[in-house]
């Protein structure tokens, strides 16, 4: 009878049990676990010279020879796989369908203490009760959230590239490892039903006392964990499509190093007209990935930046320069019946009242809330986008070298000209985009909370405050 894989491969870290599992699964006729092959210092297990004919150099110049080795070795061969070793093969394995992936867990404040203990004592493995080492760490909160954040991403991206390939795993947890029952189910996962009749009794627990023995300060503990969002119910979510980094748009100074990645209905004209007058003066536009390489690569020293601007006034731009101004013809039909966006005929805009004016920005912005989130058949145009968004599309490519806000322009252009070695040019006024009135003459508290209901995690990660008219 074939087996159902070629391979297998354990993810898990360090002191999640998996020297335990290892050591079981070894206990399997025809199957072999090598262990770290891929840790970044070490072959297999830290005095291993090299794992089936491979060394640590080889592996070092060409990972993938020792994956080839794995899968060619005779029985069912595998290794076991965490978040900081080997890079270069993570994909490889995760798009190999006759690789089994197999998903050690372990409850991450056992983890961290256990690794602040096996740190101080120098004890990773322990054979014998007679060399156990006591240490009693102290738990140290912000050093336990960087750990535990570090296991959540890798256990995420790891679940989305499963899901992507319709692949599934076998999950075990470090309290499963003495059930001879899940042990079984795993061997049988495996292709190898009913092989295993006992655990290893090679390894000795190193620290099986209540948790408020083993820890200097239980009670700071406690309280500390009480205050992480285990759940991350603090995330705002964001169901919004993802960008690309939109390349074409973006604009070179002529007569200077610096490269503005425009966010829409931000403040582009007034940059544009800036940086057209930087240096001995003029535009580069008309970029592609190619041609953005050669200018970065022919500029060393350059810089890159973008311009974010209030999430409200940004929303009336959108609102005033594409809808109301019938720009965006077939999307302002289908606000007035469908979104209760109350227009009048686009030659009729200019008579539009403040107060009418306020409510059709209002019902936009109600409608933003839910077109960013994706809950619209309406496209989420880069125009209103969130500015999130738009600059993780510009880190698909390149990410701005600096972050740039519109209330302090004059300020942040002028070090940018400064650091490429140009002369500050001075920066045009503020230019309201037309409407029948200016966003100074409505603003209220519920527009502010409307722009803060529809781009909430602009507000939260940009920390923007309430509005307010430029100067």
Not at 284 to 300: A, C, D, I, Q, V
Request: aromatic fraction near 10%.
């Amino acid at each position: 009878m074939s087996l159902p894989f070629d391979s297998f491969v354990i993810f898990a870290e360090m002191r999640t049990g998996s020297n335990l599992l290892e050591a079981t699964i070894n206990r399997i006729e025809g199957v072999t676990c090598h262990g770290e092959v891929f840790n970044p210092v070490h072959l297999g297990h830290p005095k291993t010279k090299q794992v089936l004919g491979v060394t640590l150099k080889e592996r070092l110049e060409n990972p993938s020879s020792l994956l080839a080795r794995i899968r060619e070795a005779p029985g069912l061969n595998g290794f076991r796989f965490f978040h900081d070793h080997e890079p270069r093969i993570f994909d490889e394995v995760l798009a190999d369908r006759r690789c089994a992936k197999v998903i050690l867990t372990r409850n991450p404040v056992e983890s961290y203490i256990s690794l602040k203990i096996a740190y101080n004592t120098n004890r990773w493995r322990l054979t014998d009760i007679r060399d156990r080492r006591d240490f009693k760490p102290p738990f140290k909160p912000a050093e336990f959230e960087m750990f535990l954040a570090e296991l959540q991403a890798f256990q995420l991206r790891l679940m989305r590239e499963l899901q992507k390939s319709g692949q599934t795993a076998f999950y075990i947890d470090y309290d499963d490892l003495l059930d001879l029952d899940v042990l079984n189910g795993l061997a049988a996962y495996l292709g190898h039903a009913g092989e295993i009749d006992a655990v290893s009794g090679d390894l000795v627990k190193q620290n099986p006392e209540e948790m408020e023995a083993k820890v200097r300060n239980f009670p700071e503990m406690e309280a500390a964990l009480a205050r992480i969002d285990w759940a991350n119910l603090s995330r705002t979510p964001g169901f919004e499509p993802r960008r690309g980094p939109a390349v074409p748009g973006y604009v070179a100074a002529a007569g200077a190093d610096l490269l503005y990645m425009p966010i829409r209905s931000g403040i582009e004209d007034r940059v544009r007209a800036w940086l057209s007058g930087i240096g001995s003066g003029g535009l580069t536009e008309e970029f592609n990935r190619n041609l953005l390489r050669k200018w970065k690569r022919s500029r060393p020293g350059h810089r890159s930046f973008t311009v974010l601007r209030h999430p409200l006034a940004r929303a009336q731009a959108a609102f005033a320069g594409t809808i109301l101004n019938g720009k965006y013809g077939e999307i302002r039909e289908l606000l007035r019946w469908g979104y209760d966006v109350v227009m009048p005929p686009v030659e009729e805009v200019g008579a539009m009242d403040s107060a009418a004016y306020r409510e059709a920005l209002l019902a936009f912005l109600k409608f933003l809330k839910v077109n960013v989130n994706g809950q619209t058949p309406i496209r989420v145009d880069p125009v209103w986008a969130s500015q999130r968004a738009v600059i993780d599309g510009f880190g698909q490519f390149s990410p701005p070298d600096m972050i740039c806000r519109e209330d302090r322009l004059e300020e942040e252009l002028g070090f940018l000209a400064e650091a490429v070695g140009v002369a500050p040019a001075p920066v045009p006024p503020a230019d309201e985009p037309w409407a029948p009135v200016t966003l100074a003459e409505i603003y209220d508290g519920e527009l502010e909370a409307a722009a803060r209901d529809a781009y909430a995690q602009d507000f939260v990660l940009f920390g923007f405050g309430k509005w307010s008219p430029p100067d």
